[in-house]
């Protein structure tokens, strides 16, 4: 079984939308398609077969002042608009809806990873906690602690998978996989450190202190993801997509220039599929 995994990163994931266009340009199918925060809205679209609708919600949504802002903020308690992005653009009858009945006949296996705020568990949803029009997981999976408040599914309140499973690369691989093609949004050799997580898990300890321990223990389970994968790759099981530089990005840099390069990266990036997946089939 052939597995993807996008990581996410905010804004940075537009890497992993080209990763999937070229997948779509190219015939590339997989087996089994697990995503945290924006990573999941990549792959719902690769799944629906919409080439180019996470490059628009990335270039030309996300800088509309619906999308993410003070505005927002003020209005709602959270800096991003989890209900515009996948609930009024999203929705069948919005500006750019999510073909639904394609990912739901999809035969591809499709989790989408989340932290549990209250108890610190990892959430792995899958295409049976989505119907259409409601896809709560997406917003849970991409909400970022403190910029947004957390989303609450059947009364649960959840955060950014980034938070619980930052690269699911072990859960790929217990899920049945053999062979798992990894997207980073940051380059392969980049090291995460807690200086910056440990100054917001102080404010979030407050009110939620097991997603507050969840963020401490984020760069150690992001590094200990990459390692594995590395591994895996050495193995020849893995094949890690990433950028080589991120160009200053961070996780809600709003940059048309940085944005559309990083996409490109993501597409050329992705010419190492065909050859990966034929050496593995020939195996």
Same mark, same amino acid.
């Given at each position: 079984m052939t597995g993807v995994v996008d990581v996410g990163g905010?804004?940075? %994931?537009i890497f992993g939308a080209g990763v999937f266009d070229y997948c779509l340009d190219h015939g590339i199918r997989?087996? =089994?398609? &697990? %995503?945290?925060?924006? %990573?999941?809205? !990549? &792959?719902?679209? =690769?799944l629906g077969g919409q080439k180019g609708r996470n490059y628009r919600f990335y270039m030309q949504y996300a800088f509309r002042r619906q999308y993410m802002g003070l505005r927002c903020l *003020?209005?709602?308690?959270?800096?991003? !608009?989890l209900d515009y &992005?996948?609930?009024? *653009?999203? !929705?069948?009858?919005g500006e750019d809806p999510l073909d639904f009945?394609?990912?739901r006949k999809s035969k591809s296996v499709m989790k989408v990873v989340a932290l549990n705020?209250?108890?610190g568990e990892t959430v792995y949803f899958d295409k049976s906690d989505m119907a259409q029009d409601r896809y709560d997981i997406l917003k849970a999976s991409s909400c970022l602690p *403190?910029?947004?408040?957390?989303?609450? &599914?059947?009364g649960v309140p959840c955060y950014d998978g980034g938070l619980a499973d930052p690269v699911p690369v072990k859960k790929a691989f217990d899920d049945g996989c053999d062979r798992v093609v990894v997207i980073l949004t940051k380059p392969l050799n980049f090291i995460r450190v807690p200086e910056r997580d440990a100054r917001f898990a102080r404010l979030l300890r407050r009110r939620y202190p097991k997603a507050a321990g969840c963020l401490l223990l984020r760069f150690r389970r992001y590094n200990d993801g990459v390692a594995l994968a590395k591994k895996y790759a050495r193995q020849g099981r893995a094949l890690i997509v990433a950028p080589d530089d991120? %160009?200053?990005?961070?996780? *809600?840099?709003?940059?048309?220039g940085q944005l559309d390069r990083m996409y490109r990266k993501g597409y050329e990036g992705a010419a190492a599929l065909p050859d990966f997946l034929r050496v593995r089939k020939e195996a």
């Open positions: 905010g804004l940075r %994931g997989f087996d =089994y398609c &697990i %995503g945290v925060s924006a %990573g999941s809205a !990549n &792959i719902a679209s =690769y *003020l209005r709602s308690g959270s800096y991003l !608009n &992005i996948y609930g009024e *653009l999203s !929705n069948r009858g009945e394609k990912v705020a209250r108890t *403190l910029a947004c408040r957390p989303y609450r &599914i059947h991120c %160009g200053g990005m961070k996780t *809600l840099t709003k940059d048309r």
